[in-house]
């Protein structure tokens, strides 16, 4: 395939003195990336929230680091996934909405991490791709060893693919199952010397939603007067859209969110038992924010999963690893799923692969809760109809972007998802389109644009106004320009980047 001669010399360019500077792999923790599905800021206990019940979230906050400002790169799912793995923002490599693809090109935390001898894992949801041997985006060939995954999202009894081979059915709880398969991933890696990377990405708390009965009693004596809201969201029989009391619906959600709090706590508990907790990293967050289905019933930030408001990219966010945060300690400072692979790049003292990065590492903020992110922070959500067209060619061949793993959810006339991307040869006026926020120190500038092209800006002071209720842009003209400017120069760099001019 065209891409594949290219990717070989890029990766072995990021570090050749990589295996020199591993002199003993002991010295190297090892990491679990852990990351909810549509789990929203405010949906923990630790955070306030009024019923969510999250044990192990709340110690982790309480005994780790506590993240107050950890964003998602994107208000939805398969572009936030694209920046966790490779730190950059999804729009570069043309992963712009749910169920469009990784380019094959790109280079993820798991190649970074076999690089300097580590063994890789990817448990749950994917969604950059379909997850069948012959997809050329699916986990193995973005750099895992092993994986049992599902295209898109699951429910309880999942059906996931291991290693791309047919799906195959696993009683129980989901969010379980995937533990108890990252369990015995570490177990092997343990008893082969070998440092781990595990990905687990739960299939939860996405809707439809369902749970086990002791977890859904948990939740019985929620409000009444949620019953006087009625939400859309699918059906766990048809598969179709439906409208049902929020109370009900919120009773099914909470519960997966108190069973993927409860799965996490189980492999906390082996990692303790098996003497590798303390130089184990275990990171937790969300992959966007609050659907609508949810209806917010936390703490009030504005807007919910799809739009650039707080309630879109505020995520949870906790990290526990004793043997460098050896106290707890809660951080104010910006953080975004971009930062996983530069930070855990630096933990290694490997280069960064010779291409532009979105993200930043986070070890100065682990040493140091009190660190300032220097660089600014930018969000994008081009607008797909106005850069691709019916001649524009696919990126990958469409028989390779078919997906195989079945999920409740109907989309069209199918309980399967399929996947696209595009090339892009030239690009136009029209790309630099769509909503974009860019956020330096406590402000916040967001760029709105409506369907005629109308510019509207909107800055916003955080750290005084998280509810982003006081556009003081006319207060700060000079501001508002200079990181509109900041925000196109950064678009201009993406956009090259999407051209595949960093391959």
């Known amino acids: 395939m065209k891409y594949i001669l290219p990717f070989i010399i890029a990766l072995c360019s990021l570090s050749i003195s990589a295996q020199k500077r591993l002199n003993s792999i002991s ?10 599905d549509d789990h929203g800021w405010d949906e923990t206990s630790y955070n306030g929230h009024p019923f969510v019940k999250t044990p192990v979230l709340d110690e982790m906050a309480a005994s780790g680091l ?52 580590y063994t890789t894992g990817h448990f749950g949801k994917w969604h950059l791709g379909p997850v069948k041997k012959e997809s050329p985006t699916n986990p193995s060939n973005m750099g895992f060893d092993e994986y049992l995954s599902h295209d898109n999202f699951f429910e309880l009894h999942p059906v996931l693919s291991r290693n791309g081979e047919a799906p ?16 015995q991933f570490i177990t092997k890696a343990k008893q082969n010397n070998k440092p781990f990377m595990a990905v687990v990405w739960f299939g939860s708390p996405h809707e439809p939603y369902s749970g086990l009965p002791a977890d859904l009693k948990l939740y019985d004596n929620l409000p009444d007067s949620l019953n006087h809201k009625e939400v859309m969201l699918t059906s766990n029989k048809t598969g179709e859209q439906i409208k049902r009391p929020l109370r009900g619906v919120l009773r099914e959600r909470y519960a997966e969110i108190t069973a993927m709090d409860r799965a996490i706590g189980k492999l906390r508990i082996y990692l303790k038992d098996n003497n590798l907790k303390n130089n184990t990293i275990v990171w937790y967050c969300g992959d966007n924010g609050t659907p609508k289905s949810a209806a917010r019933t936390g703490m009030t930030v504005r807007g919910e999963k799809g739009v650039l408001y707080e309630g879109g990219i505020l995520v949870p966010g906790v990290l526990e690893w004793p043997a460098m945060i050896k106290e707890p300690s809660v951080t104010n400072t910006i953080a975004v799923t971009s930062d996983f692979l530069p930070t855990i790049n630096e933990i290694f003292g490997t280069e960064l692969p010779n291409r532009p990065i979105d993200g930043t590492s986070l070890l100065p903020v682990m040493k140091n809760s ?24 696919e990126y990958i061949a469409s028989e390779l972007q078919q997906g195989t793993t079945p999920l409740v959810k109907k989309m069209g006339n199918k309980y399967t998802r399929s996947f696209k991307n595009y090339v892009y040869d030239s690009i136009s006026e029209n790309h630099f389109n769509g909503s974009k926020t860019i956020m330096h120190e406590n402000f916040k500038l967001m760029v709105n644009e409506n369907a005629q092209h109308t510019i509207a800006f909107e800055l916003y002071d955080i750290e005084k106004d998280r509810a982003e209720t006081k556009n003081i842009a006319h207060l700060y003209p000079d501001k508002v320009e200079a990181l509109r400017m900041q925000l196109f120069e950064w678009q201009k760099s993406v956009l090259n980047s999407l051209k595949g001019n960093d391959y």
């Open 27 to 36: 010295e190297h923790p090892n990491i679990i990336l852990l990351m909810g």
């Open 370 to 393: 009190a660190t300032e992110r220097k660089k600014e922070l930018c969000f994008w959500k081009i607008s797909t109809k106005e850069v691709v067209h019916d001649a524009t060619p």
């Open 168 to 183: 195959q059915k696993f009683e129980g709880e989901s969010s379980e199952v995937i533990i108890d398969e990252t369990i």
């Open 66 to 117: 506590r993240f107050d400002r950890f964003y998602s790169a994107h208000p939805s799912c398969s572009p936030t996934r694209g920046s966790f793995m490779t730190g950059r923002h999804p729009n570069r490599y043309g992963t712009f909405t749910p169920g469009w693809s990784i380019r094959p090109e790109e280079i993820t935390i798991a190649h970074l991490a076999k690089n300097v001898g």
